[in-house]
């Protein structure tokens, strides 16, 4: 994971969402770059008392200042952020040197950019969305998660202190968790703990979690196991009281088994983790 890109969204998680970034690339020696998405200009129009459409020159310009503002923050936020932490220029030093970073700013339509951008990095990291707030932005979230193909580092409301020593994977045997554990591999090659959790009644079928942590152990990786019951409680909420119980500082979960539509209007574990989770998750679709 040597390649991180991060969303540089103004919101009360963007500190959290830099954070994880820098214990991602403190572990792997990564290059960081933040992506600010910049609206473009919206064709606004406004309807006079007779019925006559005509442009709306103060909206657009009350629009692109705030688009620019907001811009402005981003840009002062990491590079308050670099220079906290010591963060070289990538521009100067030879690619692969050690822990860099750089941003950038894209002038898009909706969230398409962190999609498209996203594709060429080995990591992307969101800040979780927050009941409350109309960011983190949802939609950024499930663009990188569908339009991307790789993986998503999803950062808590609070940075967490350490991410990635112990880590629970809620396996599901789905094809989606399965894709997310071969992108997680290189973390946890490196964690001194794994716990397998597998909520019954919250299944596909497939490999059972002891077939997924025996393999695990064929890695050489210290790897234990669990089958929970569901009993009154959501499969979302299972794994998150497992999680803390367990002590884990890292899940790694794959995203939507069910449809989206299903999930938005029945809930599902993947709904209540991106609305409830407090500690940082790894999520792959």
Sequence with gaps: MRTILVNLEISPVLDSALHCALLMA?????????????????DIIAAGADGFVAAAPDLVAGFER??????????????????????????????????????RIEATSGHAAIGSLGRVFDLLVLGRPLKDSVAPSMAALETA?????????????????????????????????????????????????????QVQR?????????????????????????EVPLGDKTVGDVILREAQAAGADLIIKGAYTQSRLRQMIFGGATSHILAEADLPVIMAN
């Design 202 to 226: 919250g299944t596909v079928p497939g490999p059972s979690a002891a077939e997924l942590a025996h393999n695990l152990q064929r890695h050489g990786l210290a790897v234990e196991w669990r």
């Design 26 to 42: 403190q572990r792997f020696g990564s290059y960081i770059e933040g992506l600010h998405m910049r609206p473009g200009q919206p």
């Design 66 to 103: 705030e688009a620019r503002d907001r811009a402005e923050r981003a840009r002062e936020t990491f590079e308050v952020f670099m220079d906290r932490h010591g963060l070289p220029r990538a521009t100067a030093l030879p690619a692969g040197a050690g822990i860099s970073a750089d941003w």
């Design 145 to 197: 998660l569908f339009e991307s193909g790789r993986p998503l580092l999803i950062a808590p409301p609070t940075a967490p202190r350490a991410m990635g020593d112990h880590i629970l994977v809620a396996w599901n045997c789905s094809t989606e968790t399965a894709r997310t554990v071969a992108f997680a591999m290189p973390l946890l090659t490196q964690a001194k703990q794994i716990t397998v959790v």
